[in-house]
């Protein structure tokens, strides 16, 4: 595809974009395909001879699009929200433009000094302490990752490593020895990582990666699912009874079930007991609400004074597309000594000039995208006054939402708190048994009449609410995000 080639078909892409986001609401969110769909539709192997790009294009929309579960829809109310604006989707052409995978500073210097300034407008548009910022004396800021999972494990990393060199240098072996070897060796195999048993399982799969134990803390809804600081000392105090060392806590602020946080003041208080346990905090989705000043007062000043580490997803509800999560660390330099490998290759007069930022040092991989430009791109398209508006409107639709469910408590109870955007609630039960009742006469009868194509047990009024399993008497999340095809976020937001 030569250069006038691509101006025909960008611009042909980004009618069908803006076409596809224009008619979302008309389209059923859920795919009506069957597994395997598309073996029947696509040849087994690649063509031998180039296609013209009108026929691959087409091929999008009459075999993809019939595939996608459409994320972006307005009906769209499962999961968790991971929406798009135009800005970000620019900046990401961009992006895939530079190709840059700037590892280090020296592979294009703005990729790197971009994101180190973008994660600061984050930090501070979120009001978090100032220890998390790049310009901290503490050695602190911020970096983008792919994920909420790839930025919890490279934390879990940099907290074993620092871990082991502090009880090693504890007691007094030497650097480079046999004996120190042998003995973070034998430590290794006690670390314990922990968090309450409503955390992301992503803490679980990181102690898989990393080569370590886990045990999960359990909450109870009388403290509306958070971990407190008695139940965090009592699992603390079996793991060491246990023989066990615990090296690793994932507080949560916004839990994937229910939006629960944990009791970050009442934990805060046991950190000087713990000093080499890395605490880190999980905000994937609730993150962004502590762009409202509401949020800040409640949560930033704990946040300082309880984390190692803080990530959230700005991919989730903070406009920016997926992926773009930010993790904001205390002390880089953890990460550094943890992760840092210099080989011949990757050496240059910059890094060890020690003035300039190696990304690669922050995170699992080599190379990397350049993530800050669409983050750049929305913070400057839509002002923090825009991205305030835009989760302002979630949380009054939420608001709403909760008090239309309120209304109906002949039908529906609420079992957790409504947090944030989210709402969790369920048909009572008695109304469920009644249904599955008057359900089960109704197929009873259809059977009796020789029809065997039963229909669905799920009432309409709950299929319609669009959560992803909804089954009578099941929980039902339903998140009051504003999914915003075709328009600005934070402008339409309703
Ligand atoms: N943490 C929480 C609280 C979540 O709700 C989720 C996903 O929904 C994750 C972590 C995982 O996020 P990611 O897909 O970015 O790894």
């Given at each position: 595809m030569d250069q006038e080639g691509f101006r025909k078909a960008a611009h042909a892409v980004v009618e069908h974009i803006i076409e596809y986001n224009s008619t979302l609401p008309n389209r059923p969110v859920l795919p009506k395909i069957q597994p395997g769909y598309l073996r029947d539709l696509i040849p087994s192997n690649a063509p031998e001879q180039p296609e013209p790009w009108p026929l691959i294009q087409a091929d999008v929309e009459s075999q993809i699009i019939p595939g996608l579960t459409h994320w972006q829809s307005p009906n769209f109310m499962a999961f968790f929200p991971a929406l798009v604006t135009y800005p970000s989707l620019l900046g990401e052409m961009y992006s895939a433009a530079f190709t840059a995978p700037a590892f280090n500073w020296l592979c294009s210097p703005a990729c790197t000094e971009l994101e180190t300034i973008v994660m600061d407008w984050v930090a501070k548009a979120l009001a978090l302490p100032d220890c998390f910022l790049s310009t901290s004396s503490g050695g602190g800021g911020g970096v983008i990752h792919g994920s909420a999972s790839e930025a919890l494990v490279t934390t879990m990393v940099a907290a074993r490593e620092r871990y082991l060199r502090v009880r090693a240098d504890a007691e007094g072996l030497r650097n480079g020895t046999m004996e120190r070897d042998d003995r973070i060796a034998f430590l290794r195999g006690r670390l314990v990582a922990l968090s309450s048993d409503q955390a992301h399982s992503s803490t679980q799969k990181g102690a898989l990666i990393t080569g370590t134990r886990y045990r999960s803390i359990s909450t109870s809804l009388s403290e509306d699912l958070s971990l407190t600081a008695p139940r965090l000392e009592e699992a603390l105090q079996q793991c060491h009874a246990d023989g066990l060392e615990p090296y690793y806590l994932t507080l949560t602020l916004g839990t994937t079930s229910t939006c629960a946080v944990d009791d970050f003041a009442s934990i805060a208080t046991l950190r000087s007991q713990y000093p080499n346990l890395w605490i880190h905090i999980d905000a994937a989705y609730a993150g962004a609400a502590l762009i409202l000043q509401v949020y800040q007062a409640q949560y930033s000043q704990d946040i300082g004074r309880v984390s190692d580490s803080f990530n959230f997803n700005m991919h989730k509800w903070l406009l920016v597309n997926f992926d773009a999560s930010c993790l904001f660390v205390q002390n880089r330099n953890h990460l550094t000594r943890a992760l840092s490998i210099n080989p011949s290759y990757l050496q240059n007069s910059f890094t060890e000039s020690g003035l300039v930022t190696d990304y690669r040092d922050w995170q699992i991989p080599l190379g990397r995208r350049f993530r800050a430009l669409k983050i750049w791109f929305v913070m400057r398209s839509y002002g923090v006054e825009g991205l305030r508006t835009h989760v302002e409107n979630s949380l009054r639709v939420g608001e709403t939402f909760t008090a239309m469910v309120v209304e109906r408590r002949d039908l529906f109870e609420i079992i957790a708190t409504p947090r944030f955007a989210l709402t969790c609630l369920r048909l009572r039960p008695d109304v469920a048994a009644a249904a599955r009742m008057k359900q089960r006469q109704v197929n009873e009868k259809i059977y009796m009449s020789g029809?065997?194509?039963?229909?669905?047990?799920?009432?309409d009024r709950i299929a319609s609410l669009g959560a992803s399993d909804t089954g009578e008497g099941q929980m039902l999340k339903v998140d009051a995000q504003s999914n915003l095809p075709g328009h600005d976020g934070a402008e339409q937001a309703s």
């Open positions: 029809d065997t194509e039963l229909p669905h047990p799920r009432s």
